[in-house]
């Protein structure tokens, strides 16, 4: 039997972050992050504490996930999430769900319910009501934030939605103490996208990756660059040919800044519980619990919001 120290990390989406929004994110990241750690410390497996983490941040409304998602041009939130389990493969996600507050869960569900791996819009409402999911009114997901930012958008002159570099998706890795990995993400994508579009949060390889054989990824960025580079798979790949998680986040962010002028973000974790937090936006709200350690950051060499915290008994 296998006994590996549990590691977790979990982060709230790369973007440029007002002051006040990088506290609030910070705290609800490290949250997430002992909340999961403590699942794993109780023998928990790694797709519970993500489930888990995941769902304490889309049930925050400063999170872009859950009942926090930006809106699509008609004013309307539609979800997407993935869960993946790194033993085997096994992957479930939604895409343009409405009327869903935790995506994550019922992604799951589709990965354990299932022979399929995403299900979208009108086929996942019908799954979801066939499994007795809870519906939420659409309301109980619009933030006063989401709306202010839909209407200016449709302003004459506004900035470009693709420029705006506000994103904020979701995501957590862990390694439990059998060896597994697993990798979940969950975002309400851009603000005053077209309807029906989907971007690569859902998309295995893209807005996450889990395989025991190496490692965990979850992502963070424009949606349209992380699928053209396959990010969280781009990056595994880096460490089945000998790269640490730090090394291979630096060199897929890398790749997709040159290749497409793209800033991202990403958490990885290998079967080993090595792991790292990168980012090439400004800002990412991230938080990593292992040997009784919490780290944590959300700007690069900001030593005021980052470092690290013993974990109480
Ligand atoms: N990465 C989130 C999205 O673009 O949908």
Redesign the pocket.
Known sequence: MCTRNPVIIVHGGCGNYTEDRKEVCLLEVRKAALQGYRLLQQGGSALDAVEEAAVILENHPLFNAGCGSVLNECGEPEL?AIIMDGKSLGTGAVAAVRNIANPTKLARLVMEQTKHVMLSDRGAARFAKTMGFPEVPMESLVTERASERWRRNLQPGSTPVDSQIE?G?IGAVALDSDGNVACATS?G??TNKMVGRV???PCIGG?GYADNQSGAVS?????EA?MKMTLARLIVFHMEQGMSPAEAADTGLQSMWTRLQSHGGVIVVNNAGDWGAKFTSENMPWAAATGDVLFYGVAVGDVRTSGTADIPQ
């Open positions: 997407d994103l998706t975002t994508g851009l971007g690569d949060t807005g992502t963070t960025g424009t949606g992380i």
